[in-house]
């Protein structure tokens, strides 16, 4: 069946970039998820991207997809504290629900 | 704006209780899921309507019953609680398939 793969951890320093990795394995993934998930809280979507993309901007977050090697990032530039959190990368080819990553939980430190 | 809406918060049950989760979306969704979270598990899903009287099992369907009898309403139902289904349930809902929104969870315990 479909997978998802992240990373478990990354720590960063309050004003650095941060790059959270995903891989996919469905090649009929359509649509690309991240989600923010902050300690006590649901999940809330950041951002997406269509399969048929290659980059999105939207403010301090830069989502790349590389479809051939079914790699996604997501990069938040100039990471603050508050964006300390679980990020969870999520694929669907728009036929099935939605595959999540197991979540790469995001440290920032001052 | 609710949003999506769970209750209880907290929950803790005795093996063997029955219990019923419920969650409420105010946004005219046709697509409602209930998710449990486990540490080093992420997300799984466990069952899901596409809309009102239809449900489908996910993931990890097996100990848990759902139903949508109305569309904004989604219940998850535990007929005999094990200690296995101490988790993180999350309800979401969403108009199509990928950008759903998330309640902000209930944390059940099985003792």
């Known amino acids: 069946g479909e997978d998802v793969e992240q990373s478990l951890f990354l720590s960063v320093r309050e004003g650095d970039s941060s790059v959270i990795n995903c891989t996919y394995t469905?090649?009929?993934?359509?649509?690309l998820y991240w989600y923010k998930q902050e300690p006590g809280a649901g999940l809330q979507l950041l951002t997406y991207?269509?399969?048929?993309?290659d980059m999105k901007q939207d403010q301090r977050l830069t989502v790349l997809l590389n479809k051939k090697d079914k790699h996604l990032s997501l990069r938040i530039a100039d990471t603050q504290t508050g964006d300390s959190a679980i990020y969870f990368c999520a694929e669907t080819s728009g036929y099935s629900t939605l595959t999540f990553g197991k979540g790469t939980m995001l440290l920032v430190s001052p | 704006n609710a949003g999506v809406t769970q209750t209880p918060k907290f929950r803790v049950l005795k093996t063997g209780q029955s219990m019923t989760l419920l969650c409420a979306q105010d946004?005219?969704?046709?697509?409602m899921y209930w998710y449990r979270q486990d540490p080093g598990m992420g997300l799984r899903l466990i069952h899901y309507s596409v809309g009102e009287g239809t449900t489908a099992k996910g993931e990890v369907p097996d100990g848990y019953n759902v139903s949508r009898l109305k569309k904004q309403n989604f219940l998850l139902g535990l007929e005999s609680a094990a200690p296995s289904q101490t988790s993180v349930y999350f309800c979401?809902?969403?108009?199509?398939?990928?950008?759903?929104?998330f309640g902000q969870g209930t944390r059940l315990t099985v003792v």
């Open positions: 946004m005219n969704h046709e697509y």
């Open positions: 469905d090649s009929s993934s359509t649509y």
């Open positions: 979401a809902s969403s108009y199509s398939i990928g950008e759903a929104f």
């Open positions: 991207i269509f399969s048929n993309m």
